[in-house]
């Protein structure tokens, strides 16, 4: 996979990553009084999971910075492009007059061989015909 495959997908994990620690957070949190006109919020009951709730946005952030340096990483192993935008569009241009006159070439070629291919059908037509046009031998 090319790199800036890499960076997609890692762009797409880290999205994933966030989506899911947020959705995680608002679905685990435990209810907070927004304000004082509004009731208590009931209480919230002690299960296996509020051990563990604890525990998980610390996984999740961990996970995320991980997925955030190896993201870094990649970018890192960019190709620096030393040059200013000038010399790239020199280059480019460059690249295509090289393009086109390989282009006129590979035409030249492809124009030949279309023109060797009618012979050699010619050719192999007038065997065939001789073939077919021989008598057999008498035979008495």
Do not use: H, W
């Amino acid at each position: 996979m090319d790199i800036i495959s890499q960076l997609q997908e890692q762009v797409n994990s880290i999205a994933n990553l966030a989506f899911n620690t947020v959705g995680t957070l608002q679905r685990d949190a435990p209810p907070n009084r927004l304000s004082p006109n509004y009731p208590e919020p009931p209480p919230a009951q002690p299960t296996e999971d509020a051990a563990n709730f604890s525990e998980e946005p610390k996984l999740m952030s961990a996970s995320l910075v991980k997925a955030a340096k190896q993201f870094d990483a990649l970018v890192a192993s960019l190709p620096i492009s030393e040059t200013g935008e000038e010399a790239q569009l020199k280059r480019i241009a460059e690249l295509q007059a090289e393009n086109d006159a390989i282009g006129q070439e590979l035409q030249k070629q492809l124009e030949a061989a279309e023109k060797e291919l009618n012979q050699v059908q010619e050719l192999y037509s007038q065997a065939t015909d001789n073939c077919l046009n021989l008598k057999k031998p008498d035979i008495s």
